[in-house]
Protein backbone atom coordinates (compact mmCIF):
# COMPACT_ATOMS: atom_id res chain seq x y z
CA UNK A 1 0.00 0.00 0.00
CA UNK A 2 1.41 3.21 -0.98
CA UNK A 3 1.55 5.54 1.91
CA UNK A 4 4.13 8.25 3.37
CA UNK A 5 5.53 7.08 6.55
CA UNK A 6 7.43 10.37 6.88
CA UNK A 7 7.62 13.79 5.09
CA UNK A 8 9.68 16.92 5.15
CA UNK A 9 9.28 20.04 3.04
CA UNK A 10 11.63 22.71 3.31
CA UNK A 11 10.90 26.15 1.71
CA UNK A 12 7.55 25.46 0.20
CA UNK A 13 5.60 28.81 0.49
CA UNK A 14 5.33 29.94 3.85
CA UNK A 15 6.57 26.71 5.00
CA UNK A 16 10.38 27.21 6.55
CA UNK A 17 11.24 23.47 7.61
CA UNK A 18 7.73 21.05 8.45
CA UNK A 19 7.92 17.11 9.27
CA UNK A 20 5.37 14.85 9.60
CA UNK A 21 4.87 11.12 10.59
CA UNK A 22 1.58 10.63 8.83
CA UNK A 23 -1.02 8.22 10.09
CA UNK A 24 -1.41 5.00 7.66
CA UNK A 25 -5.06 6.39 6.88
CA UNK A 26 -6.35 9.80 8.21
CA UNK A 27 -4.39 13.04 8.69
CA UNK A 28 -6.32 16.31 9.35
CA UNK A 29 -4.44 19.06 8.69
CA UNK A 30 -6.04 21.85 10.20
CA UNK A 31 -5.68 25.66 10.86
CA UNK A 32 -6.45 29.51 9.55
CA UNK A 33 -6.58 31.04 6.29
CA UNK A 34 -3.35 31.11 5.05
CA UNK A 35 -1.76 29.13 7.59
CA UNK A 36 -0.21 27.07 5.13
CA UNK A 37 -2.52 23.66 4.64
CA UNK A 38 -3.00 23.44 1.35
CA UNK A 39 0.76 24.25 0.80
CA UNK A 40 1.66 21.06 2.17
CA UNK A 41 -0.74 18.94 -0.33
CA UNK A 42 0.76 21.04 -3.04
CA UNK A 43 4.52 19.67 -1.43
CA UNK A 44 3.58 15.63 -1.81
CA UNK A 45 1.53 15.99 -5.37
CA UNK A 46 4.48 17.97 -6.52
CA UNK A 47 6.87 14.87 -5.34
CA UNK A 48 4.32 12.28 -6.76
CA UNK A 49 3.97 13.63 -9.65
CA UNK A 50 6.00 16.74 -10.67
CA UNK A 51 3.77 19.39 -10.63
CA UNK A 52 1.64 21.16 -8.22
CA UNK A 53 -2.44 21.30 -8.68
CA UNK A 54 -2.66 24.98 -8.35
CA UNK A 55 -0.22 26.93 -10.72
CA UNK A 56 1.71 25.66 -13.71
CA UNK A 57 4.84 27.64 -12.36
CA UNK A 58 7.03 25.47 -9.91
CA UNK A 59 9.03 28.07 -9.17
CA UNK A 60 6.40 29.79 -7.84
CA UNK A 61 6.19 27.37 -4.64
CA UNK A 62 9.50 28.33 -3.39
CA UNK A 63 9.60 30.03 -0.16
CA UNK A 64 10.60 33.89 -1.23
CA UNK A 65 13.60 34.08 1.06
CA UNK A 66 15.03 30.70 -0.25
CA UNK A 67 17.05 29.76 -3.29
CA UNK A 68 15.37 26.05 -3.37
CA UNK A 69 12.86 24.72 -1.64
CA UNK A 70 13.89 20.83 -0.76
CA UNK A 71 10.62 17.87 0.09
CA UNK A 72 11.32 14.24 1.32
CA UNK A 73 9.21 11.43 1.67
CA UNK A 74 10.09 7.90 2.94
CA UNK A 75 7.16 5.44 2.18
CA UNK A 76 5.54 2.24 4.62
CA UNK A 77 8.27 0.01 2.67
CA UNK A 78 11.23 2.18 3.47
CA UNK A 79 11.09 3.37 -0.55
CA UNK A 80 13.00 7.42 -0.30
CA UNK A 81 12.18 9.80 -2.85
CA UNK A 82 14.20 13.11 -2.54
CA UNK A 83 13.57 16.96 -4.56
CA UNK A 84 15.26 19.78 -4.99
CA UNK A 85 13.99 22.59 -7.23
CA UNK A 86 15.57 26.02 -7.31
CA UNK A 87 14.33 28.70 -9.74
CA UNK A 88 16.49 28.64 -12.63
CA UNK A 89 17.76 25.02 -12.18
CA UNK A 90 15.94 21.48 -13.47
CA UNK A 91 14.47 19.65 -10.54
CA UNK A 92 16.79 17.26 -8.61
CA UNK A 93 14.72 14.43 -7.80
CA UNK A 94 15.83 10.71 -6.32
CA UNK A 95 14.50 7.57 -5.92
CA UNK A 96 16.43 5.38 -2.92
CA UNK A 97 19.15 7.56 -3.69
CA UNK A 98 19.08 7.36 -7.84
CA UNK A 99 17.99 10.10 -9.79
CA UNK A 100 15.67 10.16 -12.10
CA UNK A 101 15.43 11.37 -15.64
CA UNK A 102 11.61 11.82 -15.25
CA UNK A 103 8.79 10.87 -12.96
CA UNK A 104 7.68 7.73 -14.45
CA UNK A 105 8.95 5.59 -11.68
CA UNK A 106 7.77 8.15 -8.83
CA UNK A 107 4.51 8.76 -9.44
CA UNK A 108 4.34 4.90 -9.77
CA UNK A 109 5.50 4.65 -5.90
CA UNK A 110 3.45 7.50 -4.87
CA UNK A 111 0.31 7.88 -7.15
CA UNK A 112 -1.53 10.44 -5.49
CA UNK A 113 -5.05 12.47 -6.27
CA UNK A 114 -6.37 15.52 -5.27
CA UNK A 115 -9.12 16.61 -4.35
CA UNK A 116 -9.53 20.45 -4.43
CA UNK A 117 -11.36 23.62 -5.84
CA UNK A 118 -9.42 22.89 -8.69
CA UNK A 119 -11.22 19.05 -9.47
CA UNK A 120 -14.42 21.22 -10.95
CA UNK A 121 -12.47 21.81 -13.56
CA UNK A 122 -13.42 18.12 -14.42
CA UNK A 123 -17.11 19.61 -14.77
CA UNK A 124 -16.46 23.06 -16.30
CA UNK A 125 -12.84 23.18 -17.92
CA UNK A 126 -11.79 22.31 -21.30
CA UNK A 127 -11.28 18.35 -22.48
CA UNK A 128 -7.54 18.70 -21.09
CA UNK A 129 -8.64 18.07 -17.48
CA UNK A 130 -10.62 15.03 -18.22
CA UNK A 131 -8.49 13.80 -20.47
CA UNK A 132 -5.35 13.90 -17.68
CA UNK A 133 -7.76 12.27 -15.69
CA UNK A 134 -8.50 9.17 -17.56
CA UNK A 135 -4.80 9.26 -18.41
CA UNK A 136 -3.86 8.98 -14.94
CA UNK A 137 -6.01 5.92 -14.73
CA UNK A 138 -4.75 4.49 -17.76
CA UNK A 139 -0.40 5.55 -17.05
CA UNK A 140 -0.77 3.82 -13.95
CA UNK A 141 -3.18 0.29 -15.09
CA UNK A 142 -1.43 -0.29 -18.71
CA UNK A 143 2.42 -0.02 -18.35
CA UNK A 144 2.54 -0.06 -22.31
CA UNK A 145 0.52 3.15 -22.72
CA UNK A 146 2.68 6.20 -21.11
CA UNK A 147 5.26 5.37 -24.56
CA UNK A 148 2.50 4.90 -27.07
CA UNK A 149 1.24 8.41 -25.71
CA UNK A 150 4.63 9.32 -26.15
CA UNK A 151 4.75 8.53 -29.72
CA UNK A 152 1.32 10.45 -30.27
CA UNK A 153 2.63 13.68 -28.60
CA UNK A 154 6.17 13.37 -30.79
CA UNK A 155 4.18 13.07 -33.84
CA UNK A 156 1.73 15.73 -33.58
CA UNK A 157 4.29 18.49 -32.68
CA UNK A 158 6.14 16.85 -35.41
CA UNK A 159 3.54 17.16 -38.23
CA UNK A 160 2.53 20.41 -36.71
CA UNK A 161 5.80 21.93 -37.61
CA UNK A 162 5.69 20.53 -41.15
CA UNK A 163 1.84 22.08 -41.12
CA UNK A 164 3.74 25.49 -40.63
CA UNK A 165 6.18 25.27 -42.82
CA UNK A 166 5.94 27.25 -46.00
CA UNK A 167 6.30 24.31 -48.48
CA UNK A 168 4.49 21.34 -47.42
CA UNK A 169 7.07 18.38 -47.20
CA UNK A 170 4.51 15.32 -48.19
CA UNK A 171 6.99 12.35 -47.47
CA UNK A 172 7.65 13.40 -43.86
CA UNK A 173 4.05 14.13 -43.07
CA UNK A 174 3.09 10.59 -44.53
CA UNK A 175 5.90 8.84 -42.46
CA UNK A 176 4.30 10.74 -39.40
CA UNK A 177 1.01 9.74 -40.02
CA UNK A 178 2.20 6.47 -40.05
CA UNK A 179 3.62 6.04 -37.02
CA UNK A 180 1.11 8.39 -35.55
CA UNK A 181 -2.31 6.59 -36.44
CA UNK A 182 0.17 3.17 -35.33
CA UNK A 183 0.21 5.14 -31.44
CA UNK A 184 -3.41 6.55 -31.24
CA UNK A 185 -5.03 3.05 -32.14
CA UNK A 186 -3.03 1.61 -28.93
CA UNK A 187 -3.45 4.88 -26.79
CA UNK A 188 -7.55 4.73 -27.95
CA UNK A 189 -7.62 0.91 -27.04
CA UNK A 190 -6.41 1.57 -23.77
CA UNK A 191 -8.04 4.36 -22.88
CA UNK A 192 -11.27 2.86 -23.88
CA UNK A 193 -10.80 -0.47 -21.84
CA UNK A 194 -9.54 1.44 -18.95
CA UNK A 195 -13.07 3.50 -19.34
CA UNK A 196 -15.11 0.64 -19.96
CA UNK A 197 -13.75 -1.08 -16.04
CA UNK A 198 -13.62 2.77 -14.78
CA UNK A 199 -17.80 3.12 -15.82
CA UNK A 200 -19.23 0.64 -13.58
CA UNK A 201 -16.94 1.23 -10.57
CA UNK A 202 -17.58 4.77 -10.41
CA UNK A 203 -21.54 4.13 -11.38
CA UNK A 204 -21.44 2.12 -7.70
CA UNK A 205 -19.44 4.74 -5.84
CA UNK A 206 -21.67 7.92 -7.37
CA UNK A 207 -24.59 5.56 -6.93
CA UNK A 208 -24.03 5.28 -2.96
CA UNK A 209 -23.13 9.27 -2.98
CA UNK A 210 -25.94 11.18 -5.20
CA UNK A 211 -29.50 10.99 -4.75
CA UNK A 212 -31.46 9.11 -6.85
CA UNK A 213 -32.62 11.28 -9.79
CA UNK A 214 -29.11 12.68 -10.35
CA UNK A 215 -28.14 9.36 -10.54
CA UNK A 216 -30.15 8.28 -13.36
CA UNK A 217 -30.06 11.29 -15.26
CA UNK A 218 -26.23 11.46 -15.40
CA UNK A 219 -24.04 9.91 -17.99
CA UNK A 220 -20.42 9.77 -19.03
CA UNK A 221 -18.86 9.00 -22.99
CA UNK A 222 -15.79 9.00 -23.83
CA UNK A 223 -14.84 10.42 -27.16
CA UNK A 224 -11.74 9.72 -28.61
CA UNK A 225 -10.45 12.52 -30.53
CA UNK A 226 -12.36 11.35 -34.10
CA UNK A 227 -14.61 10.10 -35.86
CA UNK A 228 -15.85 6.88 -34.17
CA UNK A 229 -16.99 5.32 -37.54
CA UNK A 230 -13.77 5.92 -39.47
CA UNK A 231 -9.87 5.45 -39.35
CA UNK A 232 -7.21 8.05 -38.00
CA UNK A 233 -5.94 7.86 -41.45
CA UNK A 234 -8.66 8.61 -43.50
CA UNK A 235 -9.74 11.37 -40.97
CA UNK A 236 -6.04 13.10 -41.16
CA UNK A 237 -6.64 13.06 -45.33
CA UNK A 238 -9.64 13.98 -45.19
CA UNK A 239 -8.89 17.38 -42.95
CA UNK A 240 -5.64 18.17 -44.47
CA UNK A 241 -6.74 21.47 -45.48
CA UNK A 242 -8.36 22.50 -42.14
CA UNK A 243 -4.51 21.36 -40.34
CA UNK A 244 -3.55 23.15 -43.20
CA UNK A 245 -5.59 26.16 -42.30
CA UNK A 246 -4.83 26.30 -38.59
CA UNK A 247 -1.12 25.06 -38.78
CA UNK A 248 -2.03 22.20 -36.23
CA UNK A 249 -3.58 18.59 -36.18
CA UNK A 250 -7.18 19.12 -35.21
CA UNK A 251 -8.16 15.29 -35.19
CA UNK A 252 -6.34 12.50 -32.80
CA UNK A 253 -5.71 10.97 -29.32
CA UNK A 254 -4.94 14.64 -28.05
CA UNK A 255 -8.26 15.82 -28.69
CA UNK A 256 -10.15 13.02 -26.24
CA UNK A 257 -12.68 13.40 -23.86
CA UNK A 258 -15.02 12.09 -21.56
CA UNK A 259 -18.41 13.97 -21.94
CA UNK A 260 -20.03 14.20 -18.49
CA UNK A 261 -23.55 14.81 -19.09
CA UNK A 262 -27.40 15.12 -17.37
CA UNK A 263 -29.61 14.11 -19.66
CA UNK A 264 -28.63 15.77 -23.07
CA UNK A 265 -26.81 19.17 -20.85
CA UNK A 266 -23.21 19.20 -20.11
CA UNK A 267 -23.19 18.46 -16.10
CA UNK A 268 -21.99 21.88 -15.41
CA UNK A 269 -25.08 23.61 -16.69
CA UNK A 270 -27.71 21.68 -14.52
CA UNK A 271 -25.86 20.67 -11.46
CA UNK A 272 -25.57 22.88 -8.47
CA UNK A 273 -22.05 23.75 -6.80
CA UNK A 274 -22.61 20.99 -3.82
CA UNK A 275 -23.64 18.44 -6.38
CA UNK A 276 -20.56 19.33 -8.47
CA UNK A 277 -18.45 18.30 -5.95
CA UNK A 278 -20.31 15.36 -4.53
CA UNK A 279 -20.07 14.09 -9.14
CA UNK A 280 -16.08 15.18 -9.09
CA UNK A 281 -15.75 13.11 -5.66
CA UNK A 282 -16.91 10.45 -6.85
CA UNK A 283 -15.25 10.11 -10.18
CA UNK A 284 -12.53 10.58 -8.31
CA UNK A 285 -12.66 7.87 -5.58
CA UNK A 286 -13.94 5.73 -8.89
CA UNK A 287 -10.20 6.40 -10.00
CA UNK A 288 -8.63 5.44 -6.52
CA UNK A 289 -10.84 2.23 -6.38
CA UNK A 290 -10.52 1.06 -9.91
CA UNK A 291 -6.46 1.32 -9.30
CA UNK A 292 -6.90 -0.60 -6.13
CA UNK A 293 -8.38 -3.27 -8.28
CA UNK A 294 -5.88 -3.12 -11.34
CA UNK A 295 -3.01 -3.12 -9.06
CA UNK A 296 -3.59 -4.15 -5.50
CA UNK A 297 -2.18 -1.33 -4.36
CA UNK A 298 -3.52 2.04 -2.43
CA UNK A 299 -2.86 5.67 -4.07
CA UNK A 300 -2.58 8.43 -1.64
CA UNK A 301 -5.77 11.21 -1.40
CA UNK A 302 -4.77 14.24 -1.03
CA UNK A 303 -8.36 16.48 0.07
CA UNK A 304 -8.35 20.73 0.50
CA UNK A 305 -10.47 21.93 2.25
CA UNK A 306 -13.53 19.17 2.12
CA UNK A 307 -16.08 20.48 4.22
CA UNK A 308 -16.29 23.54 1.03
CA UNK A 309 -19.33 23.17 -0.70
CA UNK A 310 -20.91 20.65 0.97
CA UNK A 311 -23.84 19.77 3.82
CA UNK A 312 -23.00 18.00 6.82
CA UNK A 313 -24.62 14.52 4.87
CA UNK A 314 -22.64 14.98 2.27
CA UNK A 315 -19.31 15.51 4.04
CA UNK A 316 -19.85 12.43 6.10
CA UNK A 317 -20.78 9.96 2.93
CA UNK A 318 -17.59 11.54 0.89
CA UNK A 319 -15.64 11.05 3.77
CA UNK A 320 -16.46 7.65 4.22
CA UNK A 321 -16.58 6.70 0.82
CA UNK A 322 -12.64 8.24 1.24
CA UNK A 323 -12.07 5.97 4.16
CA UNK A 324 -13.71 2.95 2.78
CA UNK A 325 -11.03 2.77 0.08
CA UNK A 326 -8.49 1.64 2.71
CA UNK A 327 -6.17 5.02 1.23
CA UNK A 328 -3.48 6.80 3.27
CA UNK A 329 -5.81 10.48 3.19
CA UNK A 330 -4.54 13.75 4.04
CA UNK A 331 -7.31 15.86 4.48
CA UNK A 332 -7.58 19.86 5.11
CA UNK A 333 -10.05 22.18 7.45
CA UNK A 334 -10.20 24.93 8.42
CA UNK A 335 -12.19 24.09 11.58
CA UNK A 336 -11.23 20.96 12.85
CA UNK A 337 -14.68 19.95 14.09
CA UNK A 338 -16.39 20.32 10.61
CA UNK A 339 -14.62 16.80 9.94
CA UNK A 340 -14.23 15.18 12.78
CA UNK A 341 -18.18 15.37 13.45
CA UNK A 342 -18.56 13.18 10.26
CA UNK A 343 -16.23 10.60 11.62
CA UNK A 344 -17.63 7.27 12.89
CA UNK A 345 -14.32 6.49 14.86
CA UNK A 346 -12.51 9.44 15.37
CA UNK A 347 -9.49 7.93 16.96
CA UNK A 348 -8.05 5.95 13.86
CA UNK A 349 -6.63 9.48 12.87
CA UNK A 350 -3.31 11.90 13.96
CA UNK A 351 -4.37 15.84 13.48
CA UNK A 352 -2.01 18.43 12.62
CA UNK A 353 -2.57 22.05 13.62
CA UNK A 354 -0.84 24.50 11.24
CA UNK A 355 0.03 28.22 12.48
CA UNK A 356 2.25 30.54 10.27
CA UNK A 357 4.13 27.35 7.90
CA UNK A 358 4.70 25.17 11.18
CA UNK A 359 3.16 22.14 12.99
CA UNK A 360 2.04 23.11 16.40
CA UNK A 361 0.50 20.19 17.90
N1 LIG B 1 6.44 31.76 -2.62
C1 LIG B 1 5.93 32.06 -1.43
N2 LIG B 1 6.76 32.41 -0.41
C2 LIG B 1 6.26 32.70 0.81
N3 LIG B 1 4.96 32.64 1.12
C3 LIG B 1 4.11 32.29 0.16
C4 LIG B 1 4.53 31.98 -1.17
N4 LIG B 1 3.46 31.66 -1.91
C5 LIG B 1 2.41 31.79 -1.09
N5 LIG B 1 2.77 32.14 0.14
C6 LIG B 1 1.93 32.31 1.35
O1 LIG B 1 1.82 31.04 1.97
C7 LIG B 1 0.69 31.04 2.84
C8 LIG B 1 0.08 29.67 2.86
O2 LIG B 1 -0.81 29.48 1.80
P1 LIG B 1 -1.79 28.22 1.73
O3 LIG B 1 -2.54 28.38 0.49
O4 LIG B 1 -1.04 26.97 1.96
O5 LIG B 1 -2.74 28.47 2.99
P2 LIG B 1 -3.99 27.63 3.51
O6 LIG B 1 -3.70 27.25 4.91
O7 LIG B 1 -4.30 26.55 2.56
O8 LIG B 1 -5.12 28.74 3.51
P3 LIG B 1 -6.69 28.68 3.14
O9 LIG B 1 -7.42 28.18 4.35
O10 LIG B 1 -7.03 30.09 2.86
O11 LIG B 1 -6.86 27.79 1.95
C9 LIG B 1 -0.18 32.19 2.38
O12 LIG B 1 -0.15 33.19 3.38
C10 LIG B 1 0.50 32.69 1.11
O13 LIG B 1 0.36 34.07 0.94
MG1 LIG C 1 -5.88 26.29 1.28
Redesign the pocket.
Known sequence: MSSLSLFKVGAV??IQQLELKPHPRLNLIY?V???????ILEAAHLLGSGRSFRTSKTG?????DSPELSIFAETKEGRRIGLLKSRRQKPLLKLDLESQKNWDSVARILPVQILDSGSFLLLEGGPKSRRRFLDWGVFHVEHAFLNHWRTTRKCIANRNLLLKAPRLDEQQLQAWDRELCDASAEVDLARKRYFEEFLPTFGEVYGSIAENNAIDALSLQYSRGWDEDSELNTVLTECRRQDLKYGATQNGPHRADVLVKVGKSPAIDVLSRGQQKVLVSALKIAQGSLYSKAIQDKCIYLVD?LPAELDQENRAKILQKLLDLDAQLFV?C?ELDSVKSCLQNPSEMTTFH?ERGTITA
Open positions: RNGNGSGKTSSLISDDTVV
